[in-house]
Nanobody
Framework: QVRLVESGGGLVQPGGSLRLSCAASGYIVGFKSMGWFRQAPGNARELVVRIASSGSTTYADSVKGRFAIDIGPPKNTLYLQMNNLRPENTAVYYC?????????WGQGTQVTVSS
């Protein structure tokens, strides 16, 4: 079983920045094919950005130029640098393998953008 632990969320003003971390442990296959997801209240979970085993990245249009994904060190750690945050970025953020998500998902980390 794989355990995913997200951290780094918090309350930030519009225009601020946060750096999220995701630590994965357990039986991990293909850590370089991962993604960050988010779920806002009342909405379905959505993919924000993914990184393929080749290192190529794909961002949702709404975060292009503001968010950046990268992989550790340390080993099996995923990061999401979020700059110029907007109120609509408020959500619980999760990391997981993409595609073929591990189960169960982690608890996520809450990001709240508000003045």
């Amino acid at each position: 079983q794989v355990r995913l632990v997200e951290s780094g969320g918090g309350l930030v003003q519009p225009g601020g920045s946060l750096r999220l971390s995701c630590a994965a442990s357990g039986y991990i296959v293909g850590f370089k094919s991962m993604g960050w997801f988010r779920q806002a209240p009342g909405n379905a979970r959505e993919l924000v950005v993914r990184i393929a085993s080749s290192g190529s990245t794909t961002y949702a249009d709404s975060v292009k130029g503001r968010f950046a994904i990268d992989i550790g060190p340390p080993k099996n750690t995923l990061y999401l640098q979020m700059n110029n945050l907007r109120p609509e970025n408020t959500a619980v953020y999760y990391c997981n393998r993409w595609p073929n998500a591990y189960e169960p998902w982690g608890q996520g980390t809450q990001v709240t953008v508000s003045s």
